[in-house]
């Protein structure tokens, strides 16, 4: 088990410069080839979604969307708009360019060295036009694809230790990391820029909900392995590390 110094030492700068100056050569700097920006879609039937850029959901202006962000967690039973998700989606992980003959990509959030090691999926129980079932998020071409139909509420509350809301939500936002994407780069020096980053994507999706007056709560205590066999992730090549519920709130 972690020690009290061992956690603030992982924290702090001072651990990462030691292993940089310890560190072999990165998979980069040895010619391997990169990690895919993204999880391969081949052989799955992908579902378009709205273009983010021309929704006239949002009723607040900046100043306002920062001032009123909180952690919400008491949802109603109102569907979801496949618009409003579309902008959830493109707000969190949306991709604005690629760079360098796909070398990289650009996107709504920073991310170390434009590594990018998440994947989004959605667990959608109440999203106009869409089955209930677990999606993941085509970002390069700001699609859905369908990984498996059915309600999973119950489950996804189950792996959220038992808060019930994570699950009983419009969509359940899980984002999983793909550790190699940074390592291939930043070799052991990645780990805390992933939870750095993993930090903004969550920050970019409560200020997107805030503005289409819906609600959301960062989620982080969760159950690894049950969260994993839900989605069929193998704990070590891919393995989640975030968790948002989105919905509207019953106060507005």
Not at 55 to 64: S, V
Not at 69 to 84: G, N, P
Not at 199 to 212: D, K, R, S, T, W
Not at 228 to 250: H, N, R, S, T
């Given at each position: 088990?972690?020690?009290?110094?061992?956690?603030?030492?992982?924290?702090?700068?001072?651990?990462?410069?030691?292993?940089?100056?310890?560190?072999?050569?990165?998979?980069?700097?040895?010619?391997?080839?990169?990690?895919?920006?993204?999880?391969?879609?081949?052989?799955?039937?992908?579902?378009?979604?709205p273009?983010?850029?021309?929704?006239?959901?949002?009723?607040?202006?900046?100043?306002?969307?920062?001032?009123?962000r909180?952690?919400?967690?008491?949802y109603?039973?109102?569907?979801?708009?496949?618009?409003?998700?579309s902008?959830?989606?493109?707000?969190?992980?949306?991709?604005?360019?690629?760079m360098?003959?796909?070398?990289?990509?650009?996107?709504?959030?920073?991310?170390?060295?434009?590594?990018?090691p998440?994947?989004?999926?959605?667990?959608?129980?109440?999203?106009?036009?869409?089955?209930?079932g677990?999606?993941?998020?085509?970002?390069?071409?700001?699609s859905?694809?369908?990984?498996?139909?059915?309600?999973?509420?119950?489950?996804?509350?189950?792996?959220?230790?038992?808060?019930?809301?994570?699950?009983?939500?419009?969509?359940?936002?899980?984002?999983?990391?793909?550790?190699?994407?940074?390592?291939?780069?930043?070799?052991?020096?990645?780990?805390?820029?992933?939870?750095?980053?993993?930090?903004?994507?969550?920050?970019?999706?409560?200020?997107?909900?805030?503005?289409?007056?819906?609600?959301?709560?960062?989620?982080?205590?969760?159950?690894?392995?049950?969260?994993?066999?839900?989605?069929?992730l193998?704990?070590?090549?891919?393995?989640?590390?975030?968790m948002?519920?989105?919905?509207?709130?019953?106060?507005?």
């Amino acid at each position: 088990m972690m020690t009290r110094k061992e956690g603030r030492a992982f924290l702090s700068n001072k651990i990462w410069q030691e292993v940089n100056r310890e560190m072999n050569k990165t998979d980069q700097m040895k010619g391997l080839p990169q990690p895919s920006l993204e999880k391969s879609s081949e052989g799955y039937d992908l579902i378009s979604l709205p273009d983010p850029n021309s929704t006239d959901l949002i009723m607040k202006d900046l100043r306002e969307i920062v001032f009123s962000r909180e952690s919400r967690r008491v949802y109603s039973d109102e569907k979801l708009s496949l618009e409003a998700l579309s902008f959830l989606l493109w707000s969190s992980q949306g991709v604005k360019a690629v760079m360098k003959n796909n070398y990289a990509t650009l996107r709504t959030v920073p991310s170390a060295g434009a590594r990018h090691p998440f994947e989004t999926y959605i667990f959608v129980r109440l999203v106009k036009g869409l089955k209930r079932g677990l999606y993941r998020y085509v970002a390069l071409s700001h699609s859905l694809v369908l990984e498996k139909e059915g309600d999973f509420a119950s489950e996804v509350a189950d792996a959220a230790l038992g808060q019930k809301f994570v699950g009983h939500c419009a969509a359940t936002f899980v984002w999983s990391v793909i550790p190699y994407r940074t390592e291939w780069r930043y070799d052991l020096t990645s780990y805390k820029p992933i939870l750095l980053d993993a930090g903004h994507i969550c920050q970019n999706l409560y200020l997107a909900c805030e503005a289409l007056n819906l609600g959301t709560c960062a989620i982080a205590a969760y159950d690894q392995e049950k969260i994993d066999k839900l989605i069929g992730l193998d704990g070590y090549d891919e393995f989640v590390i975030y968790m948002a519920p989105v919905g509207k709130p019953k106060r507005y």
